[in-house]
């Protein structure tokens, strides 16, 4: 199965598919995140808006084009146009499964299950409200929360539903940008895979990030973007950074425990990509974007706080161990931030 990123394809113009090489793609499955509510981009009426959104005609393209078993809904965008119910009705009616979301906190914690080639995989997806999502609870629709408890329950449930499967965590987490994980989703990482998941992927950076093995299995931070369009939403405003043009597919064959790395780069002019080259699991391209590989947990904390991408930025680092009332004030600390850069932000509208 092949894992990407965050997919945002607001129109049929994206071109991205016309330059995969088509033996790339063959016999293979997928999944991915798809960022933002799924629409009809009728004559670009979103474009203006302040969202990110898919089209359903571009989604539909997408599935004709790679054998997606399902889509990753816990983003921080799924909201930003329609409500769950339009998104569902879209993803419904071109019969492609999904999880991380629901109209109560049950529905949102529902695994997704595909049986592949003989064996079981099942997907357990969150999303980190601290990143702006909208998490689900007992009366109100949203995401699956990535909170440390939640994520651990819900593991130790999926292991003992399902003990014949591959269990695998799909997290939509860390800083916009950030290259390496929170000091907190690295540890998670671990337990969950100390719990009985076979392996850790997570989105939202915008960018590859850093990759290690723990107890044989793979922990990928950040997959980065797939086929996100750039100078299209916020009218034409919104484009990443050129780090960000390096693009991943992870590849994972589980029947036989083995993986590999498939790199593309991004033309934000033309919505392109190119195809680069494929890493096997020693790939120095994940090795330089691994700095702090090997290092323990504590000496992590120092070097995450002296190297990490918004260490000059205002924004509080988590840690494992902190209480919840630690939690409770870094979350309002991010709140307070994003609601005063929305305000600085329209008045330069």
């Not at 099942?122 to 440390?148: H, K, M, Y």
């Not at 597919?249 to 033309?270: G, I, Q, S, V």
Request: one cysteine or more.
């Amino acid at each position: 199965m092949i894992f990407v990123g965050d997919i945002a394809m607001p129109d049929l113009l994206t071109k991205s598919f016309k330059s995969l090489n088509p033996n790339f793609f063959s016999n293979k499955s997928w999944f991915g995140n798809i960022e933002g509510s799924i629409v009809k981009n009728t004559n670009n009426k979103y474009q203006k808006s302040r969202s990110v959104f898919n089209d359903i005609n571009s989604v539909k393209r997408l599935i004709d084009t790679f054998d997606f078993k399902g889509f990753a809904l816990a983003n921080n965008h799924i909201f930003d146009i329609s409500d769950l119910e339009t998104t569902l009705y879209h993803l419904n009616s071109l019969s492609i499964p999904f999880c991380g979301i629901g109209k109560n906190i049950e529905e949102a914690s529902k695994p997704l299950l595909i049986e592949e080639d003989g064996y079981k995989i099942v997907i357990l997806n969150f999303g980190w409200e601290v990143i702006q999502c909208d998490v689900a609870s007992n009366n109100l629709a949203g995401v699956n929360p990535l909170t440390r408890d939640h994520v651990l329950d819900s593991v130790r449930e999926a292991v003992k539903d399902y003990p014949d499967a591959k269990i695998i965590t799909y997290m939509h987490w860390s800083y916009e940008l950030e290259a390496e994980p929170q000091p907190f989703e690295r540890e998670l990482a671990k337990m969950v895979i100390d719990l009985g998941a076979w392996g850790v992927i997570g989105s939202h950076p915008h960018r590859i990030g850093g990759f290690e093995t723990y107890k044989g299995r793979p922990i990928v931070y950040s997959l980065g973007n797939w086929m996100f369009r750039q100078k299209y939403y916020f009218d034409g405003r919104l484009a990443f950074p050129d780090f960000c043009n390096l693009e991943l597919a992870f590849e994972w064959d589980l029947a036989n425990d083995d993986y590999k790395f498939h790199f593309f780069d991004y033309n934000r002019d033309t919505s392109e990509l190119t195809y680069l080259q494929t890493e096997g699991k020693d790939s120095p391209t994940m090795i330089s974007h691994t700095p702090f590989l090997g290092l323990s947990d504590k000496e992590y904390k120092s070097w995450y706080k002296k190297n990490h991408y918004h260490k000059n930025k205002g924004l509080p680092i988590y840690y494992w161990d902190d209480s919840n009332h630690q939690i409770h004030c870094k979350n309002n600390l991010v709140s307070l931030r994003a609601r005063l850069m929305k305000i600085i932000l329209n008045k330069g509208k």
